[in-house]
């Protein structure tokens, strides 16, 4: 059985029942115990022993862990990888009870006061054979399948491994998001941007981008014929106008000057 198991069977063997238990184990050896149904906080087996003419009902019950227990148990399993590694591979992992304990539960109960019992057959002392038997078999399935254990304490197993998934996703993308964060963080830190230098309006070379003789350019210019030249010899200026480039705002005012006689010309 699991490591949690003896602790379990010694919570009820310590009621000094022991003939009693003697039999409910070898009654539970025996398949006297027929059928044995785990819910939350419930489990229920019909128990005939080899002396009864009917079988009887015996009950074992325990306090559900709520939305909120099993929120705190989950979100500390997913920080373990080998806990739900085990888990999704059907085993109980060593160690899960201290995950329980962490969150201030126990996943079995180890004291009889969490423990509620009846059984129909209705002999006293309690616990009866029956409800014995029952205990026996409970632990036996808790074994064969630790998901009985989560199931008992309100957590189904499909419920549970889909929630599990769920965390380790949402905490794989969140760490995915962070590493992103911090990589985005050092790049700007290590490259800070360019800012674009301030132009002064009053200073020419830093407005055209260097120095430019305009009576002698324009002269050149209106000589070859185009007196818009002068605007293809002009690096483009860092302005606009509604969203056009300042040179082609300029040159119908160039053009125009071309044609006002005695402008740009020497005799």
Known sequence: MTDFAPAFLGMFESLRMGPTFARGRRDERAGHVRSLTVSSSLAVALVRGP?????????????????????R??????????????????????????????????????????????CTCERWPMPCVHLAATVYALARAFEADPFEVFTWRGRHRDELLMRLRRLREEAAVNAAEMADSAKTANQSET?????????????????????????????????????????????????????????????????????????????
């Open 191 to 267: 490259s800070p941007p360019e800012e674009s230098p301030l132009i002064d309006p009053d200073d020419p070379d830093a407005f055209w981008g260097r120095s430019l003789d305009l009576g002698e350019s324009a002269d050149q210019s209106m000589s070859g014929g185009r007196s818009d030249a002068l605007l293809d010899q002009l690096d483009p200026p860092r302005l606009g106008h509604h969203g056009r480039p300042l040179t082609e705002v300029l040159r119908p005012a160039f053009r125009q000057l071309a044609d006002t006689p005695g402008v740009g010309r020497t005799d």
């Open 51 to 71: 002396d009864d003419a009917v079988a009887f009902r015996s009950r074992v019950a325990v306090r559900a862990f709520g939305a909120a227990d099993w929120a």
């Open 73 to 118: 148990v989950e979100s500390a399993l997913v920080q373990e990888a080998r806990f739900v590694a085990g888990l999704l591979d059907g085993r109980m992992p060593a160690g899960i009870e201290a995950v329980f304990a962490g969150a201030g539960l126990t996943l079995l109960p180890l004291s009889l006061d969490e423990v509620a019992m009846d």
